[in-house]
């Protein structure tokens, strides 16, 4: 028997991770709402689907990691989507951030590095019925100019500065999240663009896989 969105046995565990999202400090309606409507054991690989309610980061090959949701939950926050958006995310992964992204903004533009993980992150948002995700395979590092400017940048994995094309890519009072230090250890960072030119502002300690590329980390 296949497992599409149309024959969703998880409802129940969904409505669990929403309540401990609520319970860790999570507030923002629209981000609760995604997180009870994005069936995430669509993104996760086959061995780990028992565990994809878990509100825990779990492997998806090539080294690569679903980020844990509370953090992901965060990050979107951070962001402050009202739905008319166009967002741009580097680091698609499974794509479930993705899907995230989509159901709180208008149209999403992702960039992923590993083919097999966007090839895969393609099929997944697919099968969850999801069509305003545009996906390219390469450095996000670069951005993505063709659809420039973005009002909201989500970097789903840690570099040691923020990129000058993503920097240059952020609309006039646009947001962007992206965990920035060492690799290992970062500083989860809000960026705004401002009349005033870019600011920066700490959101808490991260754990991300290296960003890697033009401006990010050597591969
Ligand atoms: N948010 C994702 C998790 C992403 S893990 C999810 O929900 O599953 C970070 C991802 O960033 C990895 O898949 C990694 O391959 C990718 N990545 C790292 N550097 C990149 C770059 N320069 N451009 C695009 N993707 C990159």
């Known amino acids: 028997m296949t497992e599409g969105a149309s024959r969703d046995t998880y409802g129940g565990y969904r409505a669990r991770l929403v309540e401990q999202l609520r319970a860790q400090g999570i507030r923002d309606l629209a981000v609760l709402r995604a997180f009870a409507a994005t069936p995430r054991h ?4 086959e061995a780990v689907r028992h565990r994809a309610y878990e509100d825990a980061a779990l492997p998806i090959g090539v080294g690569q ?8 939950a965060r990050y979107l926050e951070a962001l402050g989507l009202s739905g008319r958006e166009r967002v741009l995310e580097i680091g698609t992964g499974s794509g479930y951030q993705t ?3 989509a ?5 999403v533009f ?7 993980l966007a090839e895969a992150a393609q099929a997944a948002l697919r ?19 063709a659809y420039a400017p973005y009002h909201a940048i989500l ?13 240059e890519q952020l609309a006039s009072g646009g947001r962007m999240v992206i965990p920035l230090g060492a690799k290992g250890a970062q500083t989860l960072t809000l960026v705004r663009r401002t009349a005033e030119g870019i600011r920066t502002s700490p959101i808490g300690e991260a754990r991300f ?4 590329g033009e401006h990010g980390f050597d591969a």
Do not use: H, K, Y
């Open 42 to 45: 669509l993104f996760v690989p």
């Open 65 to 72: 990691t679903i980020s844990q949701p509370f953090t992901q």
């Open 99 to 101: 899907a995230l992204l």
């Open 103 to 107: 159901a709180l903004a208008d149209q």
């Open 110 to 116: 992702t960039i992923e590095r590993m083919r097999p």
């Open 127 to 145: 099968a969850a019925g999801i069509t305003n995700v545009s996906v390219l395979v390469g450095d996000g590092t670069l951005g993505w100019s």
């Open 155 to 167: 970097v789903a994995a840690g570099g040691p500065e923020i990129p000058p094309p993503l920097a």
């Open 209 to 212: 896989v290296p960003l890697v």
